[in-house]
């Protein structure tokens, strides 16, 4: 009965190469975001959608985007990666937008060599 | 500066042994404050939110109090499956901010 599911687990890929990461979550929750944690165990948002518009955008690099099909699915494409692009990412949701509590993923672990 | 900061960076306790770890905060605009538990290769799992100053909550051994400027989460006779890394956050508006977090270790 996973909740929020990620795909893949892991990612290994060459600079350069365009990825993507899928997030779905089976909560029946209206928002979704994305988080990246770097090797100092920092979590930052990157983004949030609440019924599939975007109600978050932090600074992050052009390279990134969000789409979101539907309010279950929230995928992440990340264009010409970079070795600092090198981090976990793990996607949440909530039932309302924030303040509402988040319930996270089980991340996605992306190394670019 | 909105900044969150949590403290100490580590800390081992003997199994039994209560303790408290701390989530200090400079943010204006507080509309809420969250403790999750992270275990190693593992999404952040939710533990507490908590909205507004003197707010006290309770789950199990665990309970997380807040006051204008920090929160405190409090450990009692942990045990060694209290071993994780606490993450505390907060939000202002829209913006979220997560502190580094704190590394419990129990050792039986």
């Known amino acids: 009965d996973t909740a929020v599911s990620q795909t893949p687990k892991y990612l290994v890929t060459q600079m350069g190469n365009d990825k993507s990461i899928k997030c779905e979550q089976n909560?029946?929750?209206?928002?979704m975001y994305w988080y990246k944690q770097d090797s100092k165990k920092f979590l930052k948002i990157m983004f949030s959608?609440?019924?599939?518009?975007?109600?978050i955008n932090e600074t992050v690099p052009n390279r990134f985007s969000p789409k979101s099909p539907d309010k279950a699915h929230l995928n992440l494409h990340i264009n010409s990666l970079e070795l600092g692009d090198s981090a976990v990412y793990f996607c949440?949701?909530?039932?309302?937008?924030?303040?509402?509590?988040?319930?996270f993923g089980p991340g996605t672990r992306l190394t670019v060599l | 500066e909105d900044q969150v900061t949590q403290s100490p960076e580590a800390l081992r306790l003997q199994e039994g042994e209560s303790s408290s770890l701390n989530c200090s905060y400079t943010?204006?605009?507080?509309?809420?404050l969250f403790w999750y538990r992270q275990d190693p290769g593992k999404g952040p799992e939710f533990l507490f939110t908590?909205?507004?100053a003197g707010e006290e909550k309770e789950k199990e051994r665990l309970k997380a109090t807040l006051t204008k400027k920090e929160s405190f989460l409090h450990i009692t006779a942990p045990k060694p499956e209290d071993s994780a890394t606490y993450l505390c956050?907060?939000?202002?508006?829209?913006?979220?901010?997560f502190g580094t977090g704190t590394s419990l270790t129990v050792i039986p």
């Open positions: 956050a907060v939000i202002t508006g829209n913006q979220f901010y």
């Open positions: 943010v204006s605009g507080l509309r809420g």
């Open positions: 949440a949701s909530s039932h309302n937008p924030p303040p509402d509590t988040q319930y």
């Open positions: 908590l909205y507004s």
């Open positions: 909560l029946g929750h209206d928002t």
């Open positions: 959608y609440n019924n599939k518009e975007l109600i």
